[in-house]
């Protein structure tokens, strides 16, 4: 954390981006970007890596790593500068290996002695050809908003972001016509984003402060011209509670300026607090 010159509080900067594999996003040199963002909290998905490499790798932060019981899939990680006071691994106290790396909790000391929050999470794409993939999906994310309920009742200061594998709204994706039945534009998933942040209170800090749309994204397929045409989808948040909230100042997608210095199919979205 850092004083802003001119502001009366520390500035916090909170980072999450789904890597794609973390070794294969350093080997494109997510390491450089890192140096130039210097985030104080780094939230990773789809880290597909065992605890030694994540912390080879990321070394000198405070890890909260919880892998994928299946090898080569999922993973989520929490990297902080801040002290961590406690971590919680998973969503529920009983989950499937199919929901393992997928959540993991980390809270955070802050300079005013104050605690934080922090949640980095994946949420299953699914997939309409394979009915099950949604089950699954949708089981899950009745578990998720189960805990986003609790986080939001106590008042804490909380965020909770990543790959939600959900465009909320017909802004959040290029070709929102042609995926109205894909899988992460289906009506019953959106709903689940109606409910965490009209009924639970979250806020949606990239539509927020990042404008009315469209865009900007956060995802684009390696694949043909989609990055090159800006034919992408928002599906990475930083959903905060109001307390956190209030607190924030800025929010940015950090696109590569080109398809070859792109380091992940996904683009980091970075905010800054006032906190």
């Known amino acids: 954390m850092s004083e802003a010159r001119g502001l009366m509080a520390p500035v916090l900067t909170i980072a999450t ?16 970007w890192i140096d130039v963002r210097s985030p104080d909290v780094l939230l990773l998905q789809e880290v597909r890596a065992p605890d030694d490499v994540v912390g080879d790798l990321l070394e ?26 406690a971590v919680r691994t998973g969503v529920s106290d009983a989950e499937p290996a199919v929901d393992t790396g997928r959540w993991v909790e980390a809270d955070l000391e802050l300079l005013d002695g104050g605690v934080l929050t922090v949640v980095s999470a994946y949420l299953h794409s699914g997939t309409t050809a394979k009915p099950e993939t949604m089950d699954a999906k949708y089981a899950h994310l009745d578990l998720v908003t189960a805990r986003l309920r609790e986080l939001a009742a106590d008042g804490r200061r909380a965020v909770v972001a990543g790959d939600l594998n959900i465009a909320h709204r017909e802004v959040d994706l290029k070709n929102w016509k042609g ?10 998933e959106r709903a689940y984003v109606d409910t965490w942040l009209d009924e639970i209170g979250l806020v949606d800090l990239g539509r927020a402060l990042g404008g009315d749309g469209p865009g900007p994204y956060t995802w684009w397929s390696w694949r043909g ?9 928002r599906i990475d948040y930083q959903l905060a509670t109001p307390a956190l909230a209030q607190a924030a100042v800025k929010v940015e997608v950090d696109r590569a300026e080109t398809y070859e210095a792109r380091f992940s199919d996904h683009a980091p979205v970075v905010a800054t607090y006032e906190v």
Not at 61 to 68: E, F, L, M, R
Not at 225 to 233: H, K, L, P, R, T
């Open 17 to 32: 981006v789904n890597v794609n594999g973390i070794r294969a996003a350093f080997k494109r040199d997510m390491a450089s």
């Open 60 to 85: 000198g932060w405070h890890v909260a790593h919880q892998p994928s019981e299946i090898k080569g899939r999922a993973g989520v990680a929490v990297a902080s500068r801040l002290p961590v006071l």
């Open 179 to 188: 995926n109205r039945t894909s899988a992460g534009f289906l009506p019953q």
């Open 225 to 233: 011209q989609a990055f090159v045409n800006d034919s992408g989808w």
